[in-house]
T-cell receptor, first 109, second 116 residues
Framework: GQQLNQSPQSMFIQEGEDVSMNCTSS?????WLWYKQDPGEGPVLLIA???AGELTSNGRLTAQFGITRKDSFLNISASIPSDVGIYFC?????????WGAGTKLIIKP | DSGVTQTPKHLITATGQRVTLRCSPR?????VYWYQQSLDQGLQFLIQ???????AKGNILERFSAQQFPDLHSELNLSSLELGDSALYFC???????????????FGPGTRLTVL
């Protein structure tokens, strides 16, 4: 089946650091979506990308739709404690979303 | 609040039993999706309905079934439950159709199923 490779699997960062994560695939996607999930809750949509090369921001979050349409990146600037959680990417293929395995963000005390 | 509702929030049952999880999509959304998430795992896509008809199937076991009703709410039925079925079950909805943005999925709060 279709697969998305999301990396890193987890990240330990200091408060205030910038964070980068990405998703890659062998398939071409029409839409890229980024979600965040807090423990025990449903994922929440952060950013949606619709065109190759598109760069979109949502506060301290910035995501890009790769030029090849096979990858996407999410950056978080100046991380704060409430940024902890699991970040998922998802790519739209026909009428289905293909999901990455998630990046777990942990802030070092 | 995403606008997607799921009931019940928690469910504890025994092996071999059958349960039904319910989902009401956001107003105006025609597509409903079901996902399973085991502890510290990713989202496993189970099944999608669009306007009452099954549209896509993921890794859904034969013991599991779902349907979407004319009022667009959906139910996921899990039968002959096993210990390994313990998980969070999420419902999501989207507008559906072919327009850009139609596939943005909005998730409910989930049902936590514990099989003892």
């Amino acid at each position: 089946g279709q697969q998305l490779n999301q990396s890193p699997q987890s990240m330990f960062i200091q408060e205030g650091e910038d964070v980068s994560m990405n998703c890659t695939s062998s398939s071409i996607f029409n839409t890229w979506l980024w979600y965040k999930q807090d423990p025990g809750e449903g994922p929440v949509l952060l950013i949606a990308l619709y065109k190759a090369g598109e760069l979109t921001s949502n506060g301290r979050l910035t995501a890009q739709f790769g030029i090849t349409r096979k990858d996407s990146f999410l950056n978080i600037s100046a991380s704060i404690p409430s940024d902890v959680g699991i970040y998922f990417c998802a790519g739209q293929l026909i009428y289905q979303l293909i999901w990455g395995a998630g990046t777990k963000l942990i802030i070092k005390p | 609040d995403s606008g997607v509702t799921q009931t019940p929030k928690h469910l504890i049952t025994a092996t071999g039993q059958r349960v039904t999880l319910r989902c009401s999509p956001r107003s105006g959304d025609l597509s409903v999706y079901w996902y399973q998430q085991s502890l510290d795992q990713g989202l496993q896509f189970l099944i999608q309905y669009y306007n009452g008809e099954e549209r896509a199937k993921g890794n859904i076991l034969e013991r599991f079934s779902a349907q979407q009703f004319p009022d667009l709410h959906s139910e996921l039925n899990l039968s002959s439950l096993e210990l390994g079925d313990s998980a969070l079950y999420f419902c999501a909805s989207s507008v559906g159709g072919g327009l850009a943005g139609a596939f943005k999925q909005f998730f409910g709060p989930g049902t936590r199923l514990t099989v003892l």
